[in-house]
């Protein structure tokens, strides 16, 4: 369809977000879905990088990726096989998917399935590991890949069993919904969704007729892991604003995502094309004993929270994480959730944040007004040590650098024939 105007098609978009329908429907072996996995293939976070590119961080997700596979039996082995060239490394964005922190998925890896039943099209996203030592941020020892190995071997089944005595699956906007009124804003705090998650799965896993050591299991780590629905909310995201880049014109932000090296992003009039420039370093509050110096520049796909509206863009949702990812308090959030209304298009009707005076979140992140005004989206995230296997060092806040959003517009100038 053609538009009128640059107005009329980002109205269009946004439309397609509000109308957007994220079901889960399975949890399922990665290879079974994204043949691309079906070789020697790793998916990353964030726009295209290379093995010697790649911070120690995701390098360190990828030697844990290998030794889970089992191409090869040791950490020297698997380097040198992610060296060697024989592994190839897709960005997750490439395949409908998007992953947390590293973004490293590999074939036997459990994904969610997730459905956006307006426009029909499907999401994939790794489950959470939960805290501490973890695959996202970079550990590979032997209790990370055992860990990987249950969730491969226990956790997904189980959960794939809760999902189909589910006639339609599960509606992810209910819990979104939901848990956006008990004060989640889905980047750094999940506590109510996770909690509401668990409150779905939690009777129908009593029920099944499986081993009682592994429903003891399962239902005791879905309770402990209180960041658990970040992915199946990233999902969600993802399969939305997938299908909302379907219109092919206009200047909404469709993807946001960082692999260490480069930020990168993406805007509904130009489809599949990255718009990079280099990657920030968050700012935030460190745990005791860190400080920026131990800092990994910016990683991950969850970055797709904010461009569905949520995380940093919803600061005021979430009083109870605003210190914790370094905003002052409740009025510094409310001034950043304001000031990010002044790059978006509209509100969100789908998900009213009680203490923003309802209002809903925020919807569509133009691109040209965040050149126009020079006011960049604020993300929530987490912090990665910058060696592998250290972990989380602490939470903040980054922001993109506005080249992307210039070369972007500049990009999409020239394709409507206009002269630069």
Not at 353 to 361: A, L, S
Not at 398 to 417: N, R, S, W
Request: aromatic share 6%; charged share 20%.
């Amino acid at each position: 369809m053609t538009y009128k105007t640059i107005d009329e098609a980002n109205r269009a978009v946004i439309d397609k977000i509000v109308a957007g329908a994220p079901f889960l429907l399975d949890v399922v072996p990665a290879k079974s879905v994204i043949e691309e996995l079906n070789e020697k293939v790793l998916l990353h976070a964030g726009p295209p990088i290379k093995w010697e590119n790649m911070t120690d961080p995701m390098q360190g997700s990828c030697v844990g990726a290998v030794l889970f596979e089992e191409w090869a039996a040791t950490e020297e082995d698997a380097r040198t096989l992610l060296a060697s060239g024989e592994v190839k490394f897709i960005p997750c964005h490439s395949v409908n998917a998007v992953g947390p922190m590293g973004g490293i998925t590999s074939g036997n890896m459990p994904v969610l399935v997730v459905e956006n039943r307006t426009d029909g099209n499907i999401a994939y996203c790794q489950m959470n590991e939960g805290i501490g030592a973890v695959l996202r941020f970079g550990a590979y020892g032997e209790d990370v890949v055992n860990r990987l190995r249950w969730m491969r071997d226990v956790l997904g089944p189980v959960l794939s069993k809760v999902l189909k005595t589910m006639e339609e699956g599960m509606n992810l906007n209910v819990i979104i919904a939901k848990s956006i009124a008990m004060g989640d804003e889905f980047h750094q705090r999940n506590i109510a969704a996770s909690l509401n998650f668990l409150k779905e799965v939690a009777p129908i896993v009593t029920q099944l007729d499986i081993d009682e050591k592994e429903r003891q299991e399962v239902i005791t780590f879905l309770a402990d892991t209180d960041q658990f629905f970040l992915n199946p909310m990233m999902a969600a995201a993802k399969a939305v604003m997938d299908g909302a880049r379907m219109i092919e014109s206009g200047t909404v932000v469709t993807a946001m995502a960082r692999n260490g090296e480069n930020f990168g992003i993406k805007i509904s009039g130009m489809g599949d094309e990255w718009f990079t420039g280099p990657v920030n370093t968050p700012q935030g509050l460190y745990f005791s004993g860190y400080t920026a110096d131990d800092a990994n520049p910016d990683l991950g796909d969850s970055a797709i929270t904010e461009t569905f509206g949520v995380g940093g863009m919803a600061m005021i949702a979430a009083p109870a994480v605003t210190r914790f990812v370094g905003t002052g308090g409740f009025n510094d959030a409310l001034k950043t959730s304001n000031e990010m209304t002044e790059i978006t298009i509209d509100h969100n009707p789908n998900f009213p944040v009680p203490t923003w005076d309802f209002q809903g979140i925020v919807l569509g992140i133009d691109a040209r007004k965040v050149v126009e005004t020079g006011i960049l989206p604020v993300i929530n995230t987490g912090i990665a040590h910058k060696v592998a296997g250290l972990g989380q060092i602490g939470a903040g806040t980054v922001t993109p650098p506005i080249e992307c959003f210039e070369k972007a517009i500049t990009a999409y100038a020239k394709k409507l024939g206009m002269d630069i």
